[in-house]
Protein backbone atom coordinates (compact mmCIF):
# COMPACT_ATOMS: atom_id res chain seq x y z
CA UNK A 1 0.00 0.00 0.00
CA UNK A 2 1.20 3.38 -0.78
CA UNK A 3 1.82 5.12 2.49
CA UNK A 4 1.70 8.67 0.74
CA UNK A 5 -2.57 8.38 1.05
CA UNK A 6 -2.22 8.90 4.66
CA UNK A 7 -0.67 12.58 3.67
CA UNK A 8 -2.95 13.68 1.52
CA UNK A 9 -5.64 13.10 4.25
CA UNK A 10 -4.23 16.22 5.60
CA UNK A 11 -6.30 18.69 3.31
CA UNK A 12 -9.27 17.28 4.19
CA UNK A 13 -9.25 17.23 8.05
CA UNK A 14 -11.23 21.20 8.05
CA UNK A 15 -13.69 19.42 6.39
CA UNK A 16 -14.22 15.82 8.35
CA UNK A 17 -14.25 18.57 11.74
CA UNK A 18 -17.00 20.88 10.14
CA UNK A 19 -18.73 17.78 9.85
CA UNK A 20 -17.98 16.47 13.18
CA UNK A 21 -19.10 19.99 14.71
CA UNK A 22 -22.46 19.27 13.81
CA UNK A 23 -22.25 15.81 15.16
CA UNK A 24 -21.01 17.28 18.42
CA UNK A 25 -24.35 19.80 17.98
CA UNK A 26 -26.28 16.97 17.45
CA UNK A 27 -24.79 14.97 20.93
CA UNK A 28 -25.34 18.55 22.21
CA UNK A 29 -28.88 18.76 20.95
CA UNK A 30 -29.83 15.05 21.51
CA UNK A 31 -28.36 14.80 25.39
CA UNK A 32 -30.30 17.79 26.60
CA UNK A 33 -33.23 16.57 25.30
CA UNK A 34 -32.63 13.51 26.39
CA UNK A 35 -31.71 14.56 30.07
CA UNK A 36 -34.69 16.67 30.13
CA UNK A 37 -37.60 14.16 28.96
CA UNK A 38 -35.68 11.15 30.57
CA UNK A 39 -35.75 12.91 34.21
CA UNK A 40 -39.57 13.64 33.78
CA UNK A 41 -40.07 10.44 32.12
CA UNK A 42 -38.73 8.30 35.23
CA UNK A 43 -40.35 11.33 38.11
CA UNK A 44 -43.67 10.68 36.62
CA UNK A 45 -42.84 6.59 36.11
CA UNK A 46 -42.20 6.48 39.95
CA UNK A 47 -43.98 9.67 41.79
CA UNK A 48 -47.68 9.88 39.64
CA UNK A 49 -50.83 7.78 39.71
CA UNK A 50 -50.80 4.60 38.12
CA UNK A 51 -52.62 5.62 34.44
CA UNK A 52 -50.12 8.07 33.73
CA UNK A 53 -47.24 6.18 34.92
CA UNK A 54 -48.51 3.36 32.31
CA UNK A 55 -48.44 6.09 29.63
CA UNK A 56 -44.97 6.79 30.30
CA UNK A 57 -44.20 3.53 30.69
CA UNK A 58 -45.54 3.04 27.56
CA UNK A 59 -43.11 5.73 25.85
CA UNK A 60 -40.23 4.12 27.10
CA UNK A 61 -41.23 0.66 25.85
CA UNK A 62 -41.34 2.40 22.20
CA UNK A 63 -38.66 4.24 22.00
CA UNK A 64 -36.27 1.67 23.42
CA UNK A 65 -38.23 -1.13 20.99
CA UNK A 66 -37.89 1.13 17.28
CA UNK A 67 -34.37 0.67 15.55
CA UNK A 68 -32.72 4.29 15.83
CA UNK A 69 -32.81 4.42 11.59
CA UNK A 70 -36.43 3.98 11.34
CA UNK A 71 -37.20 6.24 14.00
CA UNK A 72 -35.25 8.59 12.08
CA UNK A 73 -37.24 8.12 8.92
CA UNK A 74 -40.49 8.11 11.20
CA UNK A 75 -39.46 11.69 12.42
CA UNK A 76 -37.59 13.28 9.00
CA UNK A 77 -40.29 11.84 6.64
CA UNK A 78 -43.09 11.20 9.21
CA UNK A 79 -43.49 14.71 10.38
CA UNK A 80 -43.85 16.04 6.46
CA UNK A 81 -46.86 14.07 5.63
CA UNK A 82 -48.89 15.40 8.47
CA UNK A 83 -47.83 18.90 7.13
CA UNK A 84 -45.12 19.62 9.46
CA UNK A 85 -41.83 20.92 8.27
CA UNK A 86 -38.67 19.78 9.82
CA UNK A 87 -34.92 20.26 8.71
CA UNK A 88 -33.18 16.80 8.52
CA UNK A 89 -30.97 18.37 11.78
CA UNK A 90 -34.26 18.63 13.80
CA UNK A 91 -35.36 15.77 13.20
CA UNK A 92 -32.54 14.04 14.04
CA UNK A 93 -32.53 15.24 17.48
CA UNK A 94 -35.71 14.72 18.07
CA UNK A 95 -35.70 11.17 17.00
CA UNK A 96 -32.58 10.30 19.04
CA UNK A 97 -33.13 12.84 21.50
CA UNK A 98 -36.45 10.63 22.15
CA UNK A 99 -34.82 7.76 22.15
CA UNK A 100 -32.42 8.86 24.33
CA UNK A 101 -34.80 9.70 26.75
CA UNK A 102 -36.33 6.49 26.70
CA UNK A 103 -33.24 4.84 28.29
CA UNK A 104 -31.88 7.91 30.63
CA UNK A 105 -35.19 7.43 31.96
CA UNK A 106 -34.63 3.70 33.42
CA UNK A 107 -31.08 5.34 34.77
CA UNK A 108 -33.11 7.85 36.62
CA UNK A 109 -36.26 5.44 37.41
CA UNK A 110 -33.42 3.45 39.20
CA UNK A 111 -31.98 5.91 41.21
CA UNK A 112 -34.91 7.36 42.26
CA UNK A 113 -36.19 4.02 43.59
CA UNK A 114 -32.76 3.49 45.51
CA UNK A 115 -33.19 6.76 47.92
CA UNK A 116 -34.28 5.67 51.34
CA UNK A 117 -38.13 6.42 51.43
CA UNK A 118 -37.56 8.07 54.68
CA UNK A 119 -36.00 10.91 53.85
CA UNK A 120 -38.56 11.63 51.67
CA UNK A 121 -40.71 11.84 54.88
CA UNK A 122 -38.19 13.56 56.95
CA UNK A 123 -38.42 16.31 53.81
CA UNK A 124 -42.15 16.05 54.15
CA UNK A 125 -42.02 16.35 58.42
CA UNK A 126 -40.11 19.61 57.61
CA UNK A 127 -43.07 21.28 55.73
CA UNK A 128 -41.21 20.94 52.70
CA UNK A 129 -44.05 20.03 49.61
CA UNK A 130 -44.14 16.72 47.74
CA UNK A 131 -42.53 18.39 44.42
CA UNK A 132 -40.02 20.72 46.59
CA UNK A 133 -38.93 17.34 49.07
CA UNK A 134 -38.46 15.62 45.66
CA UNK A 135 -36.35 18.66 44.39
CA UNK A 136 -34.43 19.45 46.95
CA UNK A 137 -33.68 16.03 48.60
CA UNK A 138 -34.39 13.22 46.25
CA UNK A 139 -33.40 14.71 42.93
CA UNK A 140 -29.65 15.61 43.97
CA UNK A 141 -28.99 12.16 45.56
CA UNK A 142 -30.79 10.36 42.69
CA UNK A 143 -28.54 12.22 39.59
CA UNK A 144 -25.17 11.88 41.24
CA UNK A 145 -26.37 8.07 41.43
CA UNK A 146 -27.12 7.89 37.94
CA UNK A 147 -23.69 9.51 36.73
CA UNK A 148 -21.78 6.02 36.02
CA UNK A 149 -24.63 4.57 34.10
CA UNK A 150 -25.44 8.01 32.38
CA UNK A 151 -21.84 8.12 31.30
CA UNK A 152 -22.78 4.95 29.30
CA UNK A 153 -25.55 6.35 27.76
CA UNK A 154 -23.06 9.52 26.68
CA UNK A 155 -20.28 7.54 24.93
CA UNK A 156 -23.94 5.63 23.26
CA UNK A 157 -25.46 8.03 21.21
CA UNK A 158 -22.26 10.48 20.57
CA UNK A 159 -21.56 7.16 18.03
CA UNK A 160 -25.57 7.52 16.81
CA UNK A 161 -24.89 11.08 16.42
CA UNK A 162 -23.46 9.45 12.43
CA UNK A 163 -27.07 7.92 12.18
CA UNK A 164 -28.36 11.08 10.89
CA UNK A 165 -26.31 10.33 7.82
CA UNK A 166 -29.68 8.40 6.92
CA UNK A 167 -31.42 11.48 6.71
CA UNK A 168 -29.20 13.34 4.84
CA UNK A 169 -27.46 15.69 7.66
CA UNK A 170 -24.34 17.02 6.63
CA UNK A 171 -22.35 15.47 9.51
CA UNK A 172 -18.98 13.59 9.59
CA UNK A 173 -19.74 10.83 7.68
CA UNK A 174 -21.17 12.44 4.97
CA UNK A 175 -18.47 15.07 4.37
CA UNK A 176 -16.44 11.64 4.63
CA UNK A 177 -17.67 10.01 1.69
CA UNK A 178 -18.64 12.73 -0.40
CA UNK A 179 -14.59 13.12 -0.14
CA UNK A 180 -13.98 9.65 -0.90
CA UNK A 181 -16.58 9.93 -3.95
CA UNK A 182 -13.98 11.87 -5.28
CA UNK A 183 -10.37 10.00 -4.29
CA UNK A 184 -11.01 6.17 -3.56
CA UNK A 185 -7.58 5.71 -2.71
CA UNK A 186 -8.48 7.66 0.01
CA UNK A 187 -11.15 5.07 1.67
CA UNK A 188 -9.30 3.73 4.46
CA UNK A 189 -8.03 6.71 5.91
CA UNK A 190 -10.71 8.97 5.96
CA UNK A 191 -12.45 6.72 7.93
CA UNK A 192 -9.56 6.32 10.33
CA UNK A 193 -9.53 10.00 10.55
CA UNK A 194 -13.21 9.62 11.62
CA UNK A 195 -12.57 7.03 13.76
CA UNK A 196 -9.65 8.80 16.06
CA UNK A 197 -12.48 12.09 16.29
CA UNK A 198 -14.92 9.73 17.82
CA UNK A 199 -12.23 8.15 20.22
CA UNK A 200 -10.75 11.77 21.42
CA UNK A 201 -14.55 13.21 21.76
CA UNK A 202 -15.61 9.69 24.12
CA UNK A 203 -12.42 10.05 25.87
CA UNK A 204 -12.69 13.82 26.71
CA UNK A 205 -16.37 13.51 27.61
CA UNK A 206 -16.06 10.45 29.89
CA UNK A 207 -13.01 12.41 31.83
CA UNK A 208 -15.36 15.43 32.05
CA UNK A 209 -17.90 12.92 33.45
CA UNK A 210 -15.11 10.85 35.49
CA UNK A 211 -14.23 14.70 37.20
CA UNK A 212 -17.75 15.28 37.84
CA UNK A 213 -18.24 12.10 39.76
CA UNK A 214 -15.23 13.00 41.87
CA UNK A 215 -16.31 16.37 42.84
CA UNK A 216 -19.80 15.67 43.34
CA UNK A 217 -19.31 12.38 45.43
CA UNK A 218 -20.66 12.89 48.71
CA UNK A 219 -19.53 9.64 51.55
CA UNK A 220 -22.43 7.37 52.14
CA UNK A 221 -24.13 7.66 48.64
CA UNK A 222 -24.33 4.32 47.60
CA UNK A 223 -22.84 3.25 43.75
CA UNK A 224 -19.93 5.52 44.04
CA UNK A 225 -16.60 3.95 45.18
CA UNK B 1 -56.14 25.25 76.51
CA UNK B 2 -54.17 22.12 75.38
CA UNK B 3 -51.61 22.70 72.77
CA UNK B 4 -52.79 19.23 70.96
CA UNK B 5 -55.77 17.70 71.26
CA UNK B 6 -56.48 14.39 69.31
CA UNK B 7 -59.86 13.19 69.05
CA UNK B 8 -61.04 9.41 68.53
CA UNK B 9 -58.25 8.68 65.85
CA UNK B 10 -58.85 5.62 64.28
CA UNK B 11 -56.72 4.16 61.22
CA UNK B 12 -57.16 0.86 59.51
CA UNK B 13 -54.23 -1.19 57.38
CA UNK B 14 -56.37 -3.44 54.91
CA UNK B 15 -57.91 -5.91 57.32
CA UNK B 16 -56.11 -4.74 60.56
CA UNK B 17 -57.30 -1.42 62.94
CA UNK B 18 -54.58 -0.15 64.40
CA UNK B 19 -55.81 2.87 66.21
CA UNK B 20 -59.15 2.20 67.78
CA UNK B 21 -59.97 5.29 68.77
CA UNK B 22 -57.60 7.83 70.61
CA UNK B 23 -57.93 10.67 72.29
CA UNK B 24 -55.62 12.78 74.30
CA UNK B 25 -54.65 16.27 74.90
CA UNK B 26 -51.01 17.31 75.40
CA UNK B 27 -50.04 21.08 77.46
CA UNK B 28 -47.32 23.39 76.46
CA UNK B 29 -43.95 22.27 78.57
CA UNK B 30 -45.57 19.16 78.79
CA UNK B 31 -43.15 15.90 78.10
CA UNK B 32 -45.65 12.60 77.52
CA UNK B 33 -44.15 9.56 77.71
CA UNK B 34 -45.82 6.73 75.09
CA UNK B 35 -45.21 3.05 75.83
CA UNK B 36 -46.91 -0.16 74.74
CA UNK B 37 -46.04 -3.20 72.92
CA UNK B 38 -45.06 -3.40 68.98
CA UNK B 39 -47.75 -3.03 66.56
CA UNK B 40 -50.10 -1.42 68.96
CA UNK B 41 -50.28 1.93 67.04
CA UNK B 42 -47.76 4.04 68.89
CA UNK B 43 -46.06 5.38 65.61
CA UNK B 44 -49.23 5.35 63.63
CA UNK B 45 -50.40 7.46 66.61
CA UNK B 46 -47.45 9.97 66.15
CA UNK B 47 -47.81 9.80 62.34
CA UNK B 48 -51.20 10.80 62.24
CA UNK B 49 -50.83 13.55 64.12
CA UNK B 50 -48.76 15.53 61.52
CA UNK B 51 -50.49 13.34 58.90
CA UNK B 52 -47.23 11.83 57.44
CA UNK B 53 -50.31 9.18 57.57
CA UNK B 54 -53.55 9.79 57.08
CA UNK B 55 -55.87 8.85 59.62
CA UNK B 56 -59.32 7.57 58.44
CA UNK B 57 -61.14 8.90 60.67
CA UNK B 58 -61.14 11.76 64.15
CA UNK B 59 -59.59 14.76 64.85
CA UNK B 60 -56.35 16.53 65.85
CA UNK B 61 -56.01 20.06 66.79
CA UNK B 62 -52.88 22.08 66.94
CA UNK B 63 -54.05 25.27 69.47
CA UNK B 64 -57.21 26.14 67.08
CA UNK B 65 -55.98 24.79 63.76
CA UNK B 66 -58.00 21.66 63.00
CA UNK B 67 -54.51 19.32 61.45
CA UNK B 68 -57.50 17.21 59.95
CA UNK B 69 -58.96 19.81 58.03
CA UNK B 70 -59.10 19.59 54.18
CA UNK B 71 -58.49 23.26 54.42
CA UNK B 72 -55.54 23.33 56.49
CA UNK B 73 -52.48 24.00 54.87
CA UNK B 74 -50.71 20.67 56.27
CA UNK B 75 -47.05 21.99 55.14
CA UNK B 76 -47.07 25.10 57.52
CA UNK B 77 -48.88 23.20 60.34
CA UNK B 78 -45.91 20.44 60.01
CA UNK B 79 -43.21 23.45 60.13
CA UNK B 80 -44.29 23.80 63.42
CA UNK B 81 -44.10 20.57 64.46
CA UNK B 82 -40.99 18.48 65.35
CA UNK B 83 -40.52 15.09 64.10
CA UNK B 84 -37.68 12.78 65.33
CA UNK B 85 -37.46 9.46 63.41
CA UNK B 86 -36.10 6.10 64.69
CA UNK B 87 -33.76 5.89 61.61
CA UNK B 88 -32.46 9.26 61.86
CA UNK B 89 -33.17 10.22 58.28
CA UNK B 90 -30.48 12.67 57.32
CA UNK B 91 -30.59 13.66 53.68
CA UNK B 92 -27.62 11.69 53.13
CA UNK B 93 -25.89 14.18 50.57
CA UNK B 94 -25.85 16.97 52.58
CA UNK B 95 -23.58 17.46 56.04
CA UNK B 96 -24.67 17.94 59.44
CA UNK B 97 -25.35 21.87 58.98
CA UNK B 98 -26.66 21.62 55.72
CA UNK B 99 -29.41 18.73 56.97
CA UNK B 100 -30.35 21.61 60.00
CA UNK B 101 -29.98 24.32 57.43
CA UNK B 102 -32.32 22.90 54.60
CA UNK B 103 -35.58 23.22 56.91
CA UNK B 104 -34.87 27.36 57.69
CA UNK B 105 -33.82 28.20 53.87
CA UNK B 106 -36.66 26.06 52.06
CA UNK B 107 -39.41 26.56 54.57
CA UNK B 108 -39.09 29.00 56.55
CA UNK B 109 -37.27 31.81 54.14
CA UNK B 110 -34.54 32.67 56.36
CA UNK B 111 -31.79 34.60 54.79
CA UNK B 112 -28.76 32.22 54.10
CA UNK B 113 -26.61 34.15 56.48
CA UNK B 114 -29.02 34.04 59.33
CA UNK B 115 -29.89 30.35 58.61
CA UNK B 116 -26.71 29.49 58.93
CA UNK B 117 -26.18 31.16 62.06
CA UNK B 118 -29.10 29.47 63.53
CA UNK B 119 -28.38 25.69 62.38
CA UNK B 120 -24.53 26.28 64.14
CA UNK B 121 -26.72 27.43 67.34
CA UNK B 122 -28.99 24.31 67.22
CA UNK B 123 -25.82 21.93 66.40
CA UNK B 124 -24.20 23.49 69.36
CA UNK B 125 -26.72 22.64 71.22
CA UNK B 126 -26.93 18.95 70.71
CA UNK B 127 -22.64 19.10 71.31
CA UNK B 128 -22.15 18.67 67.53
CA UNK B 129 -20.32 22.64 66.66
CA UNK B 130 -17.45 20.16 65.45
CA UNK B 131 -19.47 17.90 63.19
CA UNK B 132 -20.82 20.90 61.28
CA UNK B 133 -19.62 19.33 57.94
CA UNK B 134 -19.42 15.74 58.30
CA UNK B 135 -21.99 14.17 56.35
CA UNK B 136 -24.38 11.40 58.21
CA UNK B 137 -22.33 8.53 57.12
CA UNK B 138 -19.12 9.89 58.60
CA UNK B 139 -21.37 10.30 62.07
CA UNK B 140 -22.31 7.80 64.57
CA UNK B 141 -25.85 6.77 64.99
CA UNK B 142 -25.89 8.64 68.22
CA UNK B 143 -24.46 11.70 66.66
CA UNK B 144 -26.50 11.25 63.54
CA UNK B 145 -29.84 11.17 65.96
CA UNK B 146 -28.51 14.38 67.51
CA UNK B 147 -28.00 16.16 64.15
CA UNK B 148 -31.56 14.95 63.30
CA UNK B 149 -32.90 16.69 66.62
CA UNK B 150 -31.27 19.56 65.73
CA UNK B 151 -33.06 19.58 62.35
CA UNK B 152 -36.48 19.37 64.10
CA UNK B 153 -35.03 22.19 67.06
CA UNK B 154 -34.15 24.77 64.10
CA UNK B 155 -37.44 25.07 62.78
CA UNK B 156 -38.95 26.77 66.54
CA UNK B 157 -41.28 23.83 66.93
CA UNK B 158 -44.61 23.75 69.07
CA UNK B 159 -43.82 20.34 69.60
CA UNK B 160 -41.52 17.61 69.17
CA UNK B 161 -42.72 14.07 68.21
CA UNK B 162 -40.08 11.85 69.01
CA UNK B 163 -40.89 8.01 67.24
CA UNK B 164 -38.63 5.50 69.05
CA UNK B 165 -35.36 8.25 68.98
CA UNK B 166 -33.00 5.72 70.61
CA UNK B 167 -34.24 1.99 69.55
CA UNK B 168 -31.80 1.93 66.42
CA UNK B 169 -28.32 2.77 68.12
CA UNK B 170 -25.84 0.83 70.10
CA UNK B 171 -26.64 0.66 73.92
CA UNK B 172 -23.19 3.06 74.59
CA UNK B 173 -24.60 5.58 72.20
CA UNK B 174 -28.21 5.92 73.65
CA UNK B 175 -27.12 7.86 76.54
CA UNK B 176 -25.71 10.68 74.50
CA UNK B 177 -29.37 11.05 73.05
CA UNK B 178 -31.02 10.79 76.12
CA UNK B 179 -29.10 13.34 77.80
CA UNK B 180 -30.05 16.02 74.88
CA UNK B 181 -33.74 14.91 75.47
CA UNK B 182 -33.65 15.38 78.63
CA UNK B 183 -32.12 18.77 78.24
CA UNK B 184 -35.03 19.62 76.11
CA UNK B 185 -37.27 18.37 78.38
CA UNK B 186 -36.54 20.48 81.37
CA UNK B 187 -35.86 23.82 79.42
CA UNK B 188 -39.63 23.47 78.68
CA UNK B 189 -40.25 21.85 75.38
CA UNK B 190 -43.27 20.35 74.87
CA UNK B 191 -42.28 16.55 74.00
CA UNK B 192 -44.34 13.58 72.91
CA UNK B 193 -41.89 10.36 72.83
CA UNK B 194 -42.58 6.70 72.11
CA UNK B 195 -39.91 5.20 73.81
CA UNK B 196 -38.97 1.79 75.73
CA UNK B 197 -36.43 3.58 78.02
CA UNK B 198 -38.40 3.33 81.23
CA UNK B 199 -35.37 5.11 83.00
CA UNK B 200 -36.37 8.68 80.59
CA UNK B 201 -39.69 8.04 81.51
CA UNK B 202 -39.56 7.89 84.90
CA UNK B 203 -37.34 10.54 85.53
CA UNK B 204 -38.75 13.33 82.76
CA UNK B 205 -41.59 12.25 81.85
CA UNK B 206 -44.96 14.14 83.24
CA UNK B 207 -47.87 11.84 82.44
CA UNK B 208 -47.20 8.16 80.72
CA UNK B 209 -49.18 6.92 78.33
CA UNK B 210 -49.93 3.14 77.78
CA UNK B 211 -51.25 1.68 74.64
CA UNK B 212 -52.39 -1.85 73.43
CA UNK B 213 -54.16 -3.14 70.96
CA UNK B 214 -54.77 0.91 69.04
CA UNK B 215 -56.04 2.12 72.58
CA UNK B 216 -55.06 3.79 75.54
CA UNK B 217 -55.18 1.40 78.23
CA UNK B 218 -54.17 3.95 81.16
CA UNK B 219 -52.37 7.55 81.62
CA UNK B 220 -51.12 8.75 84.68
CA UNK B 221 -47.89 10.44 86.12
CA UNK B 222 -44.66 8.56 86.27
CA UNK B 223 -45.30 7.37 89.81
CA UNK B 224 -48.37 6.25 89.97
CA UNK B 225 -47.76 4.20 87.18
CA UNK B 226 -44.95 2.93 88.33
CA UNK B 227 -46.51 2.09 91.79
CA UNK B 228 -50.01 1.97 91.88
CA UNK B 229 -51.31 1.27 88.13
CA UNK B 230 -55.44 0.48 88.14
CA UNK B 231 -55.05 -1.74 85.32
CA UNK B 232 -52.99 -4.91 85.99
CA UNK B 233 -52.09 -5.21 82.30
CA UNK B 234 -49.83 -2.14 83.05
CA UNK B 235 -48.05 -2.90 85.92
CA UNK B 236 -47.39 -6.09 84.01
CA UNK B 237 -46.27 -4.49 80.91
CA UNK B 238 -43.81 -1.78 83.08
CA UNK B 239 -42.62 -4.69 84.88
CA UNK B 240 -41.66 -7.08 82.13
CA UNK B 241 -40.12 -3.65 79.92
CA UNK B 242 -38.02 -2.32 83.11
CA UNK B 243 -36.77 -5.93 83.01
CA UNK B 244 -35.40 -6.15 79.55
CA UNK B 245 -34.10 -2.17 79.05
CA UNK B 246 -33.25 -1.86 82.95
CA UNK B 247 -34.03 1.62 84.49
CA UNK B 248 -30.77 3.04 83.60
CA UNK B 249 -30.41 5.94 80.98
Redesign the interface.
Known amino acids: MDLSVWTQVAPHVPVLLRGFVVNIQLLLGLISLGLAVGVVTALVEVYAPRPVGIAASAYTWFFRGVPEIVLLFLFYFGLSQFGIPVSAFFAAVLALGLRSSAYQAQIFRGAFQSIPHGQMMAARALGLGRLRSIVYVVLPQALRLSLAGWSNEFSSVLKDTTLAWGIGVVEVMRQASYIRARNFTLTLPIYVTVALMFLVLTYVGNLAIGLAERRLRVPGLEGQR | MALLRVEDLHKRYGHEEVLKGVTLAQDAGETKVVIGPSGTGKSTLLRCI?R?TEPDRGRVWLEDTEITSRQTDI?????????V?Q?F?????LTALDNVR??LV??RRMPRAAATGRAMAELERVGLAAKADA????LSGGQQQRV?IA?ALA?DPRLILFDEPTSALDPELIGEVLSVMIQLARDGMTMIVVTHEMGFARSVADEIVFMEGGVIVEQGPPDKMFRSPEVPRTGEFLRKISELYGESQ
Do not use: C, E, W
Not at chain 2, 75 to 83: E, H, L, M, S, T
Not at chain 2, 135 to 138: D, E, F, G, L, S
Open positions: NLNRVRAKIGFFDNLFTHLGRVYPAQSRM
